[in-house]
């Protein structure tokens, strides 16, 4: 089986000028921080979010879900770097599984926003939801069926692969 929960709600965010940090304030993702400042919507800045959660061994894999995060995102849990994604319109998971410790983890991801990089206002920060999922380890990948259809004169013929993890380790 396999959960799913919103692991967006009462992140903490700060960002940082010139390296000064500001006040870590709770937002809720999605979350743009130029935004709220239309004098400078195209500033250099480095925003960061972390959250606490709580974990208890058990026999399932631990993966987190950016579906977006503008623009380059480095991925820390417990003070070490576990990920880092340098594009900004597109889903992405991490298997957090081996880098957990028992009782309370810290996320932290470090969002870079460098300016120009687009035609239009991109915005910055995790401007999508996250999920926190728990799967068996023997599963079908994410993103691994693939269906084809296959003309056989006047029938078709519908192909279907798919890409499963035996979950060992």
Not at 40 to 56: A, C, M, V
Not at 86 to 107: A, Q, R
Not at 155 to 161: G, Q
């Given at each position: 089986?396999?959960?799913?929960?919103?692991?967006?709600e009462?992140?903490?965010?700060?960002?940082?000028?010139?390296?000064?940090?500001?006040?870590w304030?709770?937002?809720?993702?999605?979350?743009?921080?130029?935004?709220?400042?239309?004098?400078?919507?195209?500033?250099?800045?480095?925003?960061?979010?972390?959250?606490?959660?709580?974990?208890?061994?058990?026999?399932?894999?631990?993966?987190v879900?950016?579906?977006?995060?503008?623009?380059?995102?480095?991925?820390?849990?417990?003070?070490?770097?576990?990920?880092?994604w340098?594009?900004?319109?597109?889903?992405?998971?991490?298997?957090?599984?081996?880098?957990?410790?028992?009782g309370?983890?810290e996320?932290?991801?470090?969002?870079?926003?460098?300016?120009?990089?687009?035609?239009?206002?991109?915005?910055?920060?995790?401007?999508?939801?996250?999920?926190?999922?728990?799967?068996?380890?023997?599963?079908?990948?994410?993103?691994?069926v693939?269906?084809?259809?296959?003309?056989?004169?006047?029938?078709?013929?519908?192909?279907?692969?798919?890409?499963?993890?035996?979950g060992?380790?």
């Amino acid at each position: 089986s396999c959960s799913e929960k919103m692991f967006s709600e009462e992140m903490q965010f700060n960002e940082m000028l010139l390296t000064q940090p500001k006040e870590w304030m709770k937002v809720d993702v999605p979350h743009d921080w130029l935004i709220y400042n239309t004098q400078e919507l195209y500033e250099d800045s480095i925003g960061w979010y972390r959250k606490e959660f709580e974990y208890q061994k058990n026999d399932k894999l631990w993966m987190v879900e950016f579906e977006a995060v503008y623009m380059d995102a480095t991925i820390y849990l417990n003070g070490k770097k576990i990920e880092e994604w340098k594009y900004g319109y597109s889903t992405f998971s991490i298997d957090l599984t081996e880098y957990l410790t028992e009782g309370t983890n810290e996320l932290k991801v470090c969002v870079v926003h460098v300016s120009p990089n687009s035609r239009w206002y991109s915005g910055a920060g995790i401007y999508r939801n996250v999920w926190l999922i728990q799967k068996m380890r023997t599963h079908i990948v994410e993103n691994g069926v693939y269906i084809t259809l296959v003309s056989m004169g006047q029938d078709w013929n519908v192909e279907i692969d798919t890409q499963v993890c035996l979950g060992e380790n």
